[in-house]
């Protein structure tokens, strides 16, 4: 089953099932994704069943067979959408969304990256207000400015330059994220990226949890020629200071010289890179991935993932299990069956998700 997306139409086909995308103003620009109407017709949906690659138990059979010494390959490389406002405070290309191949992608649904910018100062603070989301995470990378958030479930907090927050909104939370005040007084560089991970079925339903990560209790690695950041996961005898539902390990790189960074992961995992800046090339054909593209690497390949890159490149590299779960996304919702996101509908309208104060 094919999945053709045509990105001037902003329509999805499914073989013969036709999909409109999510209103292009909103769940395409997905940092902070302003609600699609509340109440509008339930026309316009993701849906993707199919799996991708070979069963878990295949892949990690075959693995334990064999060895692989060659670096992973990488499957493919993918353009960027057009940049796009998100509220007034976020100017971003959605790197990657889930009517692209949500089960490629998965556990990973979304991506935005609000490049540098500069914001002039201002006494009004620029954002996205309230709005909805249920059954998935966003996680926010802080690379320069600064932003506060707060939700109904008693979340909230501010993150600066190098710092991640992680907001499960799970069963189900109203929230906004707005420039800091001070920042938005004085001014300045700003660029942020906003990543949204899909939760399994069985914590869909959980409480809300709100995760403010700073800078300081990221471990470092060396990784040849690049440092990381390790968000979440585990890596060289250390564990990222994230929580999360399913297993995941997230880094963020920067290349301290010209050279080659190599990073041992689990086969049968979902591998995608991002180069916010620089040059980088990735595999064992060195594949060039222009800054601002993404690389989804062979997920049945166990070798280790080998990127080249200049120096001052900053990548972000991700992987974590397939949910290998149905995924149906529909404006701040992602859900497994139809039925759900009209539930998520009416319950936001009921208040049940509750409202900021």
Not at 28 to 44: C, H, I, K, Q, T
Not at 52 to 74: D, H, I, K, V, Y
Not at 130 to 151: K, L, S
Request: charged share 20%; hydrophobic share 40%; proline share 6%.
């Amino acid at each position: 089953m094919q999945l053709f997306v045509n990105r001037t139409r902003s329509v999805a086909q499914v073989d013969d099932l036709y999909v409109p995308d999510v209103d292009t103003a909103t769940s395409r620009r997905g940092l902070l994704g302003a609600l699609a109407a509340a109440g509008a017709a339930m026309a316009g949906w993701a849906v993707a069943p199919r799996f991708f690659g070979r069963p878990q138990q295949e892949a990690s059979m075959q693995a334990a067979e064999q060895t692989n010494t060659s670096p992973r390959a990488l499957q493919a490389v993918f353009a960027p959408g057009p940049e796009h406002w998100v509220g007034d405070g976020f100017f971003v290309k959605t790197v990657f969304w889930p009517q692209l191949d949500a089960q490629m992608l998965s556990p990973f649904l979304l991506l935005d990256h609000a490049a540098r910018r500069r914001f002039d100062a201002s006494p009004y603070r620029r954002g996205v207000g309230e709005h909805p989301h249920r059954g998935f995470e966003t996680v926010t990378f802080a690379y320069q400015g600064e932003i506060e958030h707060r939700d109904s479930a008693g979340g909230g907090g501010r993150i600066g330059a190098g710092d991640v927050q992680w907001m499960t909104a799970a069963s189900g939370v109203v929230h906004e994220e707005k420039h800091a005040q001070a920042f938005a007084e004085r001014g300045g560089d700003f660029e942020m990226v906003q990543l949204w991970v899909n939760l399994p079925a069985s914590k869909k339903m959980s409480e809300p949890r709100y995760q403010s990560l700073l800078d300081r209790e990221f471990p470092r690695l060396q990784l040849d020629a690049a440092e990381a950041r390790l968000i979440a996961g585990s890596l060289a005898g250390q564990t990222g200071p994230a929580k999360t539902h399913t297993p995941i390990t997230t880094l963020d790189l920067c290349f301290r010289e010209d050279g080659t960074s190599e990073v041992e992961l689990p086969a049968g995992w979902t591998t995608l890179v991002f180069p916010l800046e620089g040059d980088l090339t990735a595999g064992p054909d060195r594949t060039p991935i222009a800054a601002r593209h993404f690389g989804v690497f062979d997920r049945d390949d166990d070798g280790a993932v080998q990127l080249h890159a200049s120096k001052g490149a900053r990548v972000l590299l991700l992987a974590g299990k397939p949910l290998d779960e149905p995924v149906v996304a529909y404006g701040p919702f992602v859900m497994n069956t139809r039925e759900e996101i009209g539930q998520a509908f009416r319950d936001y309208q009921s208040g049940r998700m509750g409202r900021l104060l």
